[in-house]
């Protein structure tokens, strides 16, 4: 019944920006908290940042201060503005959705986009 789509990622140079953007449908935000993943070839899954449906944000430590999470509820929109970009943030970055608040742990999320490409260049 939900479906999320990403867009925003690309090819963009250490110390640059790009705007995630993520696309939700048959989906209730007020219910819901939204996040994103991040994946690069031969690691593990891990969460970027989250936003609960109370408003509350969580970031991990690796991008507190560059990564800035926020949703649109009339556009059922979420975003994730990222700057200060370094290259070890190069991956595969996913939109994620759920009823559980914001767990640290992928397996607890319900729904998932397709991903889009981040790539960081020094």
């Known amino acids: 019944q939900v479906r999320l789509v990403e867009s925003g990622g690309g090819s963009v140079q250490a110390g640059g920006s790009l705007r995630l953007s993520c696309t939700a449908s048959?989906?209730?935000?007020?219910?819901?908290?939204m996040g994103w993943f991040r994946q690069a070839p031969g690691k593990e899954r891990e969460r970027v940042a989250c936003?609960?449906?109370?408003?509350?944000?969580f970031y991990a430590d690796s991008v507190k201060g560059r990564f800035t999470i926020s949703k649109d509820n009339a556009q059922n929109t979420l975003f994730l503005q990222m700057d200060s970009l370094k290259p070890e943030d190069t991956a595969m970055y996913y939109c994620?959705?759920?009823?559980?608040?914001?767990?640290?742990?992928?397996?607890?999320?319900?729904?998932w986009g397709q991903g889009t490409e981040v790539t960081v260049s020094s």
């Open positions: 936003i609960d449906y109370e408003g509350g944000k």
């Open positions: 994620a959705a759920g009823r559980a608040g914001c767990p640290l742990r992928a397996q607890y999320f319900d729904y």
């Open positions: 048959g989906y209730i935000y007020s219910d819901t908290g």
